[in-house]
């Protein structure tokens, strides 16, 4: 009897020990231990077509539903993690209007859920056949890279000449202000009246140079993509925009020769 | 004999496994709060500062530097008033500068014009980069 309790208190005494050995340690796990629910790799690594290519190498060697079917998820599960970061882009957007940024979340909203609903049906699926047909919707149906993210970035780009044809047209205003005081105070004008007239024809050709694009933009689908009607409008919205920034670029080095001039 | 000695083991043992258990707890509770929301650092609380005295501006002699401190005598009841003299009133006026005769022309903000061209930069980089993303079905 003495015995067993000798053992009982010795085996109480150890899981003393470990407890207070163990409780400390849990409780020194600081946030540097918290575990992540999302992949710790960079973005570009979870998004860029090489994240599925050892998929697509095993299907094309043994073309099995199970391989069709894993190539889909990986297809789809890329698309989304793109869709999300492109859906805090345009909602945490300081530069979108409110009607482009509203686009540009149904087109993401769309694609999200449609691309959810693709993965199960390819879940579902139960031949090879069905499933490469619904892994061939995947770019189809979609366009994600093709088509949505660069609806995105040009839209963006867009608004951002935008708001930059505004703020330097209230500068030409403030500078045409202070070329008046000038010549009212007697100064020569006449180098800075110069460029604030160059600077305000940079801003009209930028202002030119974009409109419409966005709306123009805006207005592709997969279909006209899969047409081959979308690319040349988004390329030709790309090269106005590209144009449009060189304006006012200019319209800002003439911008700061009046401020030299008045000085 | 060896009941009682066992007794007086056992006693021994729970004392010490009492004294194990709370030493452990009690480290692992103060690790925990270091860190919890709950019991945050301990900051100054500028909010309850006290704020300085100001001097009264109406009926009184300003001096410089002069502040009211709380009584450091001990004598009951004492309270510290502003020093009144019999000069006539003094009132202090905020200092002001002269205006100039017509405000300033506004500078432009060139600087976040700057930036927005530079954002549309980045826009176009990741418009050139998307569609080499999209891949084809194999």
Known sequence: ?263 | MSTVKGHRILTVITAALVVVLIAGCGSGTELADAGSPTSPPPTVDLTTAPEEPTVPVVGATVQPATTVQPATTNEPGMTVQPVKTNEPSVTVEPVTTDKPPTAPVPTPDLTSIEALLSGIDGDLGDDAGAAASEGSPQ
């Open chain 1, 1 to 263: 009897m003495n015995r067993n309790l000798t053992r009982l208190a010795g085996t109480f005494a150890g899981i003393a020990l470990a407890v207070s050995v163990a409780i400390p340690a849990l409780a020194s796990t600081g946030p540097s231990g918290r575990v992540s629910d999302r992949p710790a790799q960079p973005l570009g690594a979870e998004t860029d077509a090489a994240r599925c290519r050892t998929d697509w190498q095993a299907t094309r060697e043994d073309r099995t539903l199970a391989k069709v079917q894993a190539v889909g998820f990986c297809e789809i599960d890329r698309r989304l993690v793109t869709i999300d970061r492109l859906q805090a882009l345009v909602h945490g957007s300081d530069v979108l209007t409110d009607a482009h940024a509203s686009a540009l979340s149904r087109i993401l909203d769309h694609s999200e859920t449609g691309l959810q609903a693709l993965r199960r049906e390819i879940a579902a699926d139960t031949t090879v056949a069905s499933a490469t047909e619904d892994v061939r919707r995947i770019f189809t149906d979609y366009r994600i890279y093709a088509l949505v993210t660069r609806q995105v970035a040009l839209v963006r780009a867009d608004d951002r000449v935008d708001a930059a044809i505004n703020r330097l047209t209230h500068a030409a205003d403030q500078l045409a202000a202070a070329i008046a005081r000038a010549a009212g105070n007697g100064k020569d004008v006449t180098v800075a009246q110069g460029h604030l007239d160059a600077m305000i024809a940079a801003i009209a050709e930028a202002r030119a140079e974009v409109a419409g694009d966005a709306s123009a933009v805006l207005a592709q689908t997969p279909a006209t993509w899969n047409a081959g009607t979308a690319k040349p409008i988004l390329d030709a919205a790309r090269a106005s925009i590209a144009a449009a920034r060189s304006d006012l670029r200019i319209a800002l080095t003439e911008a700061q020769a009046v401020l030299a001039a008045l000085r």
